[in-house]
């Protein structure tokens, strides 16, 4: 008996507004993972995009790595070679380290019975034929299972307190290798639904009718902002009792834009088989783009790492990344059980610095990993040429730069092989979660394939992702013209005052403007004799008084983060083990263009897309050209105040 249908779950999830939360995890996530807990009476539950992650989990969350062994009785081989790839042997002795449960629209109601029936410390609960993509929870009674299953995502159910340090109470938490298996808080709305409703009596499966005592969750702004008055322009400063140029009440952006396009899109993919909804939106995207082939994936790092796989990259074979960008680029590499070379920015565009990169190529380089940070392309003339003379794969992390070219060449297309973030928060997002792998050869797009099915990985995208990014796509250009217009403006505002310069941005290459980097110029209104990270530090509050939300992202260099200080890898410090003389113990100050940077910029993230009103646009601008006024204020804040330099604070990712 079929307990829902997948249309009807689809549409209750849609009409209670949840889409508009979908880089959201405070509020879906962890419904589901109550709801997993009571049905299971387990303590504590691991929300993973795919099996294979949840069985991942469940080993390393009772402290299995690479060289132990477990014991896994009865297992088919897609679990045993996934099991092998992590480095880990199978066993005959000892209890099972995990039991599993399938559930489908046919057993949904059976959870609670199911699970009364595991004795292992661990329980997988696969949860794709629940029919909205891939999807698992990892349940046990073990809360330090559970936290050092978490440690397998970069963002984990710590979102609102640790994500952006990994940083616990407890040592032994210190993250190793991490994959992103972070499941898509749409998708989680919808099988928590599917398991809500599979659990009612039989009689109340029927429709189900929105009443008005269903609220429907909405991003609508509440009030428009007025263009700025010159009053407010040379009123006082905000931090010392003047009124902010954006009010608290309206200074939150609408970001992505849900439109009729999108719902329908929805609602009409879920007549389709699931692999034909992520086929169509591969192809569009692919062609888009201009790649010759490409592979949908779960997450950004999953596309990193099959680019990685594609480009030819083999255990303990070096791969040069910068030290600047976040921390996926870094972890795809030690995912493809290689090892992350770290060289310095260039600074002025915060991209790779191809001399650099050159410095570090050995005898065991075989790629080099630009990143085109904030939508930036990196120096991909000079870093072909380099790889073409040393033999060297090119392979991007275009994660920021949706749209981005040198010429007519796309990003993503620039290279031998790419990978590239779709979630949320990017210029192009898809359905919560999802990435994209590019390839310029048949050969590359067929190892990183081959590589899925021998070592039995799911990286699949959720037809739900690509279903929300099929429509998302077709108005791509559109918003990027407005945050290409909306760039310009405030980079002319911002270029008035002096004190403030926008990104810069090489003859030839057009910035996608993921984020929007600001660098602050001391000597423009005669603050140069004070430390400058300092002066940011105080121009960073005045700011934020003043309603612009403007951030460091990244305080320090990546090498500096806790997974590549304690290099634990896979466990037993595998891959790093492999190549022992590429590792090394860095400082901030060992890479001094990415140190000079973060204490001398500030980054907008999501305030130059659409559909980001005129008027703000116009209200960032007068309140930069505010702070320039001041620089008594700024400079009384960064004397009365002891401001230390931002990667000297613990680490952060965003």
């Known amino acids: ?139 046990t009674d073990d809360p330090g299972c559970a936290s050092r299953a978490e440690r397998l995502k970069i963002f984990g159910s710590q979102d609102l307190r640790t994500m952006w340090t990994q940083q616990e109470a407890e040592p032994e938490l210190v993250p190793g ?84 396009e999108d719902l329908f899109g929805l609602l009409l993919a879920q007549r389709n088989a699931p692999e034909d909804v992520v086929g169509g939106f591969t192809e569009a995207y692919r062609e888009y783009v201009g790649a010759s082939h490409a592979i949908p994936t779960a997450s950004g790092t999953s596309s990193l790492h099959l680019a990685l796989v594609g480009a030819g990259i083999q255990p303990g074979d070096e791969v040069i990344v910068p030290a600047f960008t ?120 067929h190892r990183a394939e081959d590589y899925l099915r021998r070592h039995g990985i799911d990286y699949r995208m959720s037809w739900i992702a690509a279903a929300f990014g099929a429509s998302q796509l077709q108005r791509l250009p559109y918003y990027d013209m407005v945050r290409a217009r909306n760039a310009e403006l405030l980079g002319e505002a911002l270029t008035e005052t002096g004190f403030f310069q926008p990104p810069f941005v090489p003859s030839g290459h057009v910035h996608a403007y993921n984020m929007y980097r600001v660098t602050l110029v001391p000597s423009a209104i005669g603050v140069d004799d004070l430390p400058i990270h300092a002066v940011k530090s105080a121009v960073h509050e005045l700011l934020v008084a003043e309603g612009v939300p403007a951030r460091e992202w990244q305080n320090t260099p990546i090498p500096c983060h806790l997974p590549f200080k304690h290099r634990t890898g896979f466990g037993a410090g595998y891959p790093f083990s492999l190549n022992p003389r590429a590792v090394r113990d860095h400082r901030p100050e060992d890479f001094p263009a990415t140190a000079r940077m973060l204490e001398s910029t500030l980054v907008l993230c999501r305030e130059l897309r659409a559909p980001v009103e005129y008027e703000r646009l116009m209200r960032y601008a007068q309140a930069f050209a505010k702070v320039a006024r001041r620089p008594d204020a700024i400079r009384k804040l960064a004397t009365d105040r002891t401001f230390p330099r931002p990667y000297e604070t613990v680490a952060r990712l965003g």
């Open 1 to 139: 008996m079929e307990l829902y249908d997948t249309a009807t779950v689809l549409a209750r999830v849609l009409v209670s507004g949840v889409i508009m939360s979908i880089e959201k995890s405070d509020r879906e996530l962890p419904a589901l993972e109550r709801l997993l807990t009571k049905q299971t009476a387990r303590t504590a539950a691991v929300l993973v995009n795919s099996r294979t992650a949840a069985i991942h989990a469940a080993l390393a969350g009772q402290g299995f790595g690479y060289g132990d062994e477990v014991r896994l009785p009865g297992i088919d081989e897609r679990t045993r070679a996934f099991v092998g790839w992590l480095g880990m042997g199978i066993g005959a002795q000892g209890p099972a380290a995990f039991d599993e449960i399938s559930l489908s629209a046919s057993n949904a109601d059976e959870l609670g019975t199911l699970a009364r029936q595991s004795t292992a410390p661990a329980l997988v609960v696969d949860l794709t034929e629940l029919g909205f993509g891939p999807a698992a929870a990892l349940l």
């Open 326 to 445: 976040f921390i996926a680029t870094a972890q795809a590499v030690v995912a493809a059980k290689a090892i992350p070379v770290f060289v310095d920015i260039d600074p002025r565009t915060y991209c790779m610095n191809p001399q650099a990169a050159e410095v570090a190529i050995t005898e065991r380089t075989r790629a080099i990993m630009p990143v085109h940070v904030h939508g930036l392309p990196a120096d991909i003339p000079a870093l072909r040429a380099l790889c073409q003379r040393h033999g060297l794969a090119l392979v991007e992390d275009a994660s920021h730069a949706h749209s981005a070219r040198i010429g007519d060449t796309v990003a993503g297309a620039l290279g031998d092989t790419a990978g590239q973030s779709l979630m949320a928060d990017k210029n192009f997002p898809v359905g919560g979660e999802g990435g994209m792998a590019f390839f310029a050869s048949a050969d590359a797009h």
């Open 177 to 260: 290798v991490q994959f992103n298996y972070r499941l898509s808080p749409l998708v989680a709305a919808c099988v928590r639904m599917a398991l809500t409703r599979a659990g009612r009596p039989a009689a109340d499966h029927g429709p189900h009718v929105v009443t008005r005592s269903h609220r429907m969750i909405t991003d609508f702004p509440t009030a428009p902002l007025a263009p700025p008055a010159t009053a407010e322009t040379t009123a006082e400063l905000a931090a010392f009792g003047g009124s902010p140029m954006i009010p608290k009440a309206l200074r939150r952006t609408v970001f992505p834009v849900i439109t009729k």
